[in-house]
């Protein structure tokens, strides 16, 4: 038997399938909601704490990354859309799409899976609570904001080192076999690559459980929810009017990190474009333009001085 954070017993009868023990715990535990209800049977069922965290991780990540990669896959076969795709002459074919889509699962079957078994034991360890009931949804919103930051730094200074000599050459040129990206080529990488930008992913969330002792596994699952939308939709090769860059303009997004899979060079955050402002790696015309006048402005500036 097992027990929720709140000291709710967990049944575990192993003769009661999964819905059985959805029906006995929401006769018994009212004060519950749904969801809660639900994610209290799924242990009760599992009756391995592990297996239960494993399992439910695995299926959430390949239910998520392949569902959103599913809308993207129809875009690039509808005509309309084309004056949205921001490289207009390299659609992704069919073939290309399959042979990806496989190769990413394959990633994830021998790369991720064997990392996700060893997740709870590391969570659990560090104080990370996966029972009932659920934490309030600011304490969630706010933790989600800090692992963005964190990860967005990660990424940054760790993909920008791939981007140098035999990184590239041995590990990163793989994610830039595609010059225009599309959904599915999120997480078409390396084992490497994935391993090490993974860790952003993970560690931060992860070390803010062993620091403030105060994280639900579902935030951590809610925050990787949201992780992967952006991976994916930042290699969606589109950029649409109502993109959230253009509303939010710390936001990288599509356009940003599109211009940086045609280019092979500059552009190395994720989700916001702070770090390559700061370090002066934007990539593009735009950003080429402005280097230029600063470097004009500033050989001008040393001219005068020195007459």
Request: hydrophobic share 45%.
């Amino acid at each position: 038997m097992n027990r929720a954070s709140n000291g709710t017993l967990l049944t575990s009868s192993p003769q009661l399938g999964y819905w059985d023990h959805v029906n006995q715990i929401s006769e018994y535990n009212v004060h519950l909601n749904y969801a809660e209800q639900l994610w209290m049977a799924w242990y009760a069922w599992w009756q391995n704490d592990i297996l239960a965290t494993g399992c439910m991780s695995f299926l959430m990540h390949e239910i998520v990354y392949y569902g959103r990669s599913l809308p993207w896959i129809i875009i690039d076969q509808i005509p309309f859309f084309r004056k949205y795709k921001i490289q207009q002459d390299k659609v992704p074919t069919a073939t290309e799409q399959w042979q990806c889509a496989m190769l990413v699962l394959l990633s994830h079957v021998t790369v991720e899976l064997p990392q996700i078994w060893l997740f709870h034991p590391l969570a659990t360890f560090c104080g990370m609570e996966y029972g009932v009931p659920f934490p309030p949804w600011w304490k969630m919103a706010y933790q989600i904001m800090a692992f963005f930051v964190f990860e967005d730094t990660w990424h940054y200074w760790t993909h920008r080192g791939f981007h140098y000599g035999l990184f590239y050459k041995y590990v990163h040129k793989i994610h830039h076999q595609y010059s225009a990206p599309f959904g599915l080529a999120a997480e078409y990488a390396s084992p490497i690559e994935v391993l090490f930008l993974g860790i952003g992913t993970v560690f931060g969330p992860v070390a803010w459980c062993a620091i403030t002792g105060d994280l639900h596994i579902l935030t951590m699952y809610i925050w990787i929810i949201l992780r992967v939308f952006q991976a994916i939709d930042a290699h969606s090769g589109y950029d649409f009017p109502w993109s959230l860059h253009h509303f939010l303009p710390i936001w990288a997004g599509a356009f940003h990190h599109d211009t940086h899979h045609e280019r092979f060079i500059g552009n190395y955050s994720s989700s916001f474009v702070w770090w390559d402002l700061l370090c002066d790696t934007e990539a593009g015309p735009e950003a080429s333009k402005r280097r230029r006048e600063r470097a004009a402005a500033k050989k001008a500036a040393s001219l005068k001085k020195a007459q």
